[in-house]
């Protein structure tokens, strides 16, 4: 049975419905009699009572569905409704108006206009706007004032007859079989609902639905669970990702470190324009982990450097190599620029919004791929780029895991490759070698593109500048000149190495040429060639020191950060010792 509750805003319309309650074999009705605010609590009550729906009039059926969140049904004044009490004014000398919420004025004009009574039509929004309109009508010269159940009551108040529009039996029956149509649509919705409620809640992933801003609207208990950082989605990186996604109507993911843990995110637009859906999971990487799988969440745009027909031979391939869909394996020797122009790849194919994960062919285990896999959620990338450093060093054993996570199953992301394509072709699985060598880039090493060394030098100047406060702008041409007639074993990573000494050992805005022979003396055991590392023990302690830094820096991509923690030292420290 349907758990029905007629609010009758006047007396009349109670006793109409009692007498044809009896009727009823679905409905269960019961019967409160209230108007406006007085319905409205009745209304309140009953939702909390359990009722399936309400059944109303006029202006208080209309207060009500603004108040509950079950079905509520209007009882219509119908032709019959309107014949009725124009019948009772038809012969009135006086003059006759009718005030009433559009559900009864609309229905009345129409009747009026085919029957050709002259009586006066306002249409109210509100119960407040009635006493204004009958206090001019009564200076106007009407008497007599047809309406609702406000109406006939605020007319006595003014000194005009009221006449209650009342609903006979038709349109209660016509309400009664609606309230039935309803409740069965509302029962389906209903049961839809529950089921993506349920749903939602046992997701076993955190779900959340936001706005753009960072206010979360609504989320599943494994969100609170897992979402420790509870400023997350106003970190600058989660919010960039919710405007795009909310404005471009486009997917996003990143992998965003918060002050508790990483995690990995995506945010997907939804039908609801004013919402956007986030998924989120903790990476779980370990801290060993960590130092075989790096996830970039927002790779910046790294500019191929230099003039020479081999820099701008790389600058088309990465255009063109961008846009292919098989591997693509990058050659050359350490410090040539490899993973430069792998996220130059990258960046030109997804923009900076994608991310890309890194993974170190000679420190990655099995444990750590199953680990990415199934708690980083690699899985669920639908855009990103894979980059495997050291391929020729993979384990055996990883081989097998890296060709079943990348190859496996639907390609969902790019993948690049860097290591010695020969040592790779003997030691790797041919199938994965295959798959992996699709296609190849080779770099040559820098002693065969010295001209373009002065752009390399004065990158590298800029970027000390911007981001460590050097003073050391430019430099001279005839240093330039020096730096080229070195032979460069270590490639770019050793000239940045130089570049970096340089500029903290000149004291003007210029690099002059007299300080380069020392310079590159003390380098020359930075030479970072395949397989060595070799250090000098030449200078003072100090020198050797400033070695060791320079050289963890460079291993870790000049990131002070990492670098300093590989040393023991804190990040001021390192800073204060690299400029001092």
């Known amino acids: 049975m349907i758990k029905a509750m007629v609010i009758a805003p006047y007396s009349g319309l109670a006793e109409t419905v009692k007498h044809l309650r ?205 979402v420790l950082d509870q400023d997350l989605l106003q970190t600058e990186s989660v919010l960039k990702m919710l405007q795009k996604t909310n404005g471009q109507q486009a997917e996003q993911s990143a992998v965003i470190a918060g002050k508790n843990r990483s995690y990995f995110v995506q945010t997907f637009p939804t039908k609801d324009d004013s919402l956007v859906g986030i998924l989120l999971r903790p990476s779980f990487l370990s801290q060993a982990t960590e130092q075989a799988i790096q996830i970039k969440s927002n790779p910046a745009h790294m500019p191929i450097i230099g003039n020479s027909p081999f820099a701008q ?48 062919g000679a420190r990655v285990t099995e444990e750590d791929l199953y680990l990415l896999e199934s708690r980083a959620s690699i899985i669920e990338l639908k855009r990103g780029t894979v980059l495997l450093k050291q391929t020729d060093k993979l384990q055996i054993g990883v081989q097998r895991v890296l060709l079943q996570l990348l190859f496996g199953k639907q390609q969902r992301v790019s993948v690049i490759a860097m290591g010695d394509l020969k040592i790779a072709a003997e030691r790797l699985d041919n199938q994965l070698f295959q798959h992996l060598a699709g296609i190849t880039l080779h770099l040559i090493p820098l002693r065969e593109r010295k001209q373009d060394i002065s752009a390399f030098v004065h990158y590298f100047l800029s970027e000390f500048h911007a981001n460590q406060g050097s003073e050391t702008l430019s430099i001279k041409q005839e240093a330039v000149q020096a730096l080229q007639n070195y032979e460069w074993p270590g490639n770019l990573d050793q000239l940045r190495l130089v570049v970096r000494e340089l500029s903290m050992r000149t004291n003007g805005y210029y690099v002059e040429q007299d300080i380069i022979p020392s310079v590159l003396q003390t380098q020359t055991g930075l030479a970072a060639q395949e397989g060595t590392s070799i250090l000098s023990i030449q200078g003072t302690l100090a020198d050797m020191e400033q070695q060791i830094m320079q050289k963890v820096l460079a291993e870790e991509g000049m990131n002070q950060s990492k670098a300093a923690k590989r040393l023991g030292i804190n990040r001021s420290t390192l800073w204060r010792k690299l400029n001092h």
């Open 22 to 226: 009896q009727q009823e074999k679905e409905l269960t009705i019961d019967i409160g009699v209230g108007n406006l605010e007085e319905g409205v609590e009745l209304a309140r009550q009953a939702e909390k009572d359990g009722y399936d729906l309400i059944i109303s009039r006029g202006g208080t059926a209309s207060l009500i569905e603004e108040a509950v969140s079950i079905p509520v049904i209007q009882i219509d004044v119908t032709g019959y409704d309107m014949l009725r009490v124009f019948t009772l004014v038809r012969d009135m000398e006086a003059g006759v108006a009718m005030v009433g919420f559009p559900n009864i004025s609309q229905g009345a004009a129409t009747i009026c206009n085919i029957l050709e009574y002259d009586i006066k039509m306002i249409t109210i929004g509100s119960g407040e706007e009635v006493k204004g309109h009958l206090e001019a009508l009564k200076q106007a010269g009407y008497a007599v004032v047809m309406g609702d159940v406000v109406t006939v009551q605020t007319a006595e108040q003014v000194g005009l007859r009221g006449i209650l529009i009342t609903s006979g039996k038709e349109a209660v029956l016509a309400a009664f079989n609606e309230a039935k149509r309803i409740h069965r649509l509302f029962s389906k919705v209903k049961n839809q609902f529950s089921h993506l409620k349920n749903a939602f809640e046992s997701l076993p992933a955190a779900l959340a639905m936001s706005k753009p801003d960072g206010e979360v609207v609504a989320s599943n208990p494994m969100y609170s669970e897992t």
């Open 313 to 360: 031979n790389v600058k088309e391939c990465v255009q063109n190599y961008a846009g292919a869909e098989e591997a693509i394996w990058i050659a050359g020797e350490k410090g040539t620029g490899r993973e430069t122009v792998a996220q130059a790849i990258h960046f030109e194919r997804f923009g900076q919004e994608a991310p890309m994960i890194v993974i170190d």
